[in-house]
Structures are given as structure tokens and as C-alpha cells.
């Protein structure tokens, strides 16, 4: 079966850092553009993705300096590092494989920053 499962989610405080995983099943990540979003309540917002081949990484502004994308090839997986976490970074995130009309998403894992 195809699919991508995330993991990492959970309650931590403002300030804490959690790290996600996105494991690939069925099928290598080798050639997939790799991403990472999140979902609030009314707004999907696409946080970061690693480029195949460089691996060249790029970030939103509202997470840029705190979240760090990375890859292992060996695991067939992806990460999303997050550090300094607040509030407002309470959501729903989800990953995302695509590579020409190949288009996976994972079912999200649920982060809530809170005291």
C-alpha cells in the first residue's frame, strides 16, 4: 500500500520543540518534492518542502529560523524539526509526496502548544 504516515505530534509548552515524521510506505521518496503543511481551523498553510536531488529546502516566513526540514534517504523519511514553538502553531500538520502526477498526502498529526 502507498502511503505516507506522520508522527511526532503531541502537547508541549510555548518555547518546547517537537520533531515530525513523515515515513514513505510502498514507495521511495528519491524522487518526490517533500512538504510539509498545516491545517487551523479556515487556513491551510504550507510550512516548508526539500527538493529531490539537492535537497534544496525552503521555508515559510512564519517559521523560518525555527523549523528545519531534513531528509534520510536510508529510512525513507522526512522531518520537520520545530523549535521554539507558540501558540499559533496549534494545528493539524501533514506531509506531502509529489513527484509529476504522483500526489500523496499523509492522515496529520495534531500539535497543540499550550501551557
Known amino acids: 500500500q502507498l502511503q505516507l504516515v506522520e508522527s511526532g505530534g503531541g502537547l508541549v509548552q510555548p518555547g518546547g520543540s517537537l520533531r515530525l515524521s513523515c515515513a514513505a510506505s510502498g514507495f521511495t521518496l528519491d524522487y518526490y518534492a517533500i512538504g510539509w503543511f498545516r491545517q487551523a481551523p479556515g487556513k491551510l498553510e504550507g510550512l516548508s518542502c526539500i527538493?529531490?536531488?539537492?535537497?534544496?529546502?525552503n521555508y515559510a516566513d512564519s517559521v523560518k529560523g525555527r523549523f528545519a526540514i531534513s531528509k534520510n534517504n536510508a529510512k525513507n523519511t522526512v522531518y520537520l524539526q520545530m523549535n521554539s514553538l507558540k501558540p499559533e502553531d496549534t494545528a493539524v500538520y501533514y506531509c506531502?509526496?509529489?513527484?509529476?502526477?504522483?500526489?500523496?498526502w499523509g492522515q496529520g498529526t495534531q500539535v497543540t502548544v499550550s501551557s
Open positions: 527538493l529531490p536531488g539537492d535537497g534544496k529546502a
Open positions: 506531502r509526496a509529489r513527484w509529476d502526477l504522483f500526489d500523496y
